[in-house]
């Protein structure tokens, strides 16, 4: 008997970021409504953010706590998964479609048991359905549109993040419905009083004259087409009246637009909400450093995401059961070259790193003689140091616990 009920996945238009994105209109929190542009700058940059950093960590083979080097892997995901594809925007957009849709798709292309290529799958094209024996089976539909391939979850890839049920993830912008909303709108006053100009508010008096309400509309709308309120071409030119008229404007309430324009609560759901730091959306943080802040990223946010793809692609694609996947984020935490190369000669200096290991992290050429580690001879083990001392006694004609009088 199957654990969950047989289900869905929610469909969307297939383009990474043309999906799900600001303009949500349904109360329902498992369907929403496409637009045509990612049109929310703080949505646009924090996705931007974790999908290019989880593009530009490679994915490495570890067997027994090391490096498995020219493994095959190595080569099909960060190199090259399909002839279309390189691995960086292969996993780039997979990223952004968990991201913005809550679910990512990629095709495993098998020949003799051995995974030849990852070809992505548009979500548009994916049904995920359970059946009563708790056994998966997606239903691909091709460019076509018509013909239809039933695959078992062996051979997909399927990414998720945050999920009920385990087996399809949620977008987290349903979360913030609200938020965007309150966003567009004080976006929207912005936009509304710059592009009107002095016709934001004012009252525009026609002497001698008894006019109908079509009458005033007409002489409004002339009004405000000749100053420039719809394109803001003749936005604050000269007004030019005749005797008849007379114009006075309003006292304009800046409050209300300095409080749009300086409230970043909005901006900070949103970090929240997909786990960044706020000062990567440009809201300054006065209590951490840039280290600390990229090692909060790393730990707090983006190890979790990372965590998801590795999980996946280990389950489906590692056969040696020792192996395990990991993605290397060290280039997040280098700082500044300075700062690079001071903890890599810090690492040689310690016994960590061989002079060919920290060339090869500089980006400089290997030297005969450089894969052996160096030691000081300020440090040795205890026992050694006993020893050393001991033959330096017999050496001066002293025995142990013996002092000689200046």
């Not at 089976?137 to 997909?156: A, P």
């Given at each position: 008997m199957a654990l969950f009920k047989p289900r869905t996945a929610v469909k969307t238009s297939g383009e990474p970021f043309l999906d799900a994105v600001v303009s949500m209109t349904s109360s329902d929190n498992t369907t929403y409504t496409s637009v045509k542009a990612l049109k929310n700058s703080d949505v646009f940059t924090a996705v931007k953010i974790i999908a290019s950093d989880i593009a530009s960590s490679p994915i490495e083979v570890v067997k027994n706590k090391m490096i498995v080097e020219g493994h095959e892997l190595d080569y099909l995901i960060n190199i090259k998964p399909n002839e279309e594809l390189d691995g960086w925007h292969f996993k780039f957009s997979l990223a952004v479609n968990m991201l913005l849709n809550g679910n990512s798709y990629a095709e495993i292309i098998r020949e003799n048991d051995e995974v030849v290529q990852l070809n992505l799958i548009a979500n548009s094209n994916v049904t995920l359905t359970q059946h009563e024996n708790g056994t998966l089976?997606?239903?691909?539909?091709?460019?076509?549109?018509?013909?239809?391939?039933?695959?078992?979850?062996?051979?997909?890839?399927?990414?998720?993040?945050?999920?009920?049920?385990?087996?399809?993830?949620?977008?987290p912008l349903n979360s913030l419905k609200d938020e965007l909303d309150i966003q567009r709108a004080g976006n929207k006053t912005l936009f509304n009083f710059f592009n009107r100009g002095v016709n934001g508010s004012g009252i525009l008096k026609v002497n001698k004259s008894d006019l109908d309400v079509s009458a005033k509309n007409a002489i409004r709308e002339k009004f405000e087409e000749a100053n420039g309120s719809s394109s803001g071409d003749n936005a604050l030119r000269t007004i030019i009246l005749d005797e008849t008229m007379d114009y006075k404007t309003l006292e304009i309430n800046t409050e209300v637009l300095r409080l749009v324009n300086s409230n970043d609560w909005n901006t900070k759901q949103i970090a929240k909400t997909f786990g960044i730091p706020s000062d990567r959306l440009g809201v300054e943080n006065q209590h951490s450093s840039t280290v600390q802040s990229n090692l909060m990223y790393i730990q707090s946010s983006l190890g979790h995401y990372l965590m998801a793809f590795s999980s996946e692609l280990r389950d489906k694609l590692i056969v040696d059961k020792k192996e395990s996947l990991r993605f290397n984020t060290d280039r997040l935490l280098e700082t500044d070259p300075a700062n690079l190369l001071e903890n890599t000669i810090k690492a040689v200096q310690g016994s960590l790193l061989t002079i060919n290991?920290?060339?090869?992290?500089?980006?400089?050429?290997?030297?005969?003689?450089?894969?052996?580690?160096?030691?000081?001879?300020?440090?040795?083990?205890?026992?050694?140091?006993?020893?050393?001392?001991?033959?330096?006694?017999?050496?001066?004609?002293?025995?142990?616990?013996?002092?000689?009088?200046?």
């Open positions: 089976t997606y239903e691909v539909t091709n460019d076509d549109g018509k013909t239809k391939r039933k695959l078992s979850s062996k051979d997909i890839l399927h990414f998720k993040y945050f999920s009920q049920d385990g087996l399809v993830g949620i977008s290991e920290a060339r090869k992290r500089l980006g400089l050429p290997e030297q005969e003689g450089g894969d052996r580690l160096l030691a000081s001879l300020n440090y040795t083990y205890l026992d050694n140091l006993e020893k050393y001392q001991m033959r330096k006694d017999e050496r001066y004609g002293r025995k142990q616990g013996e002092t000689i009088d200046e």
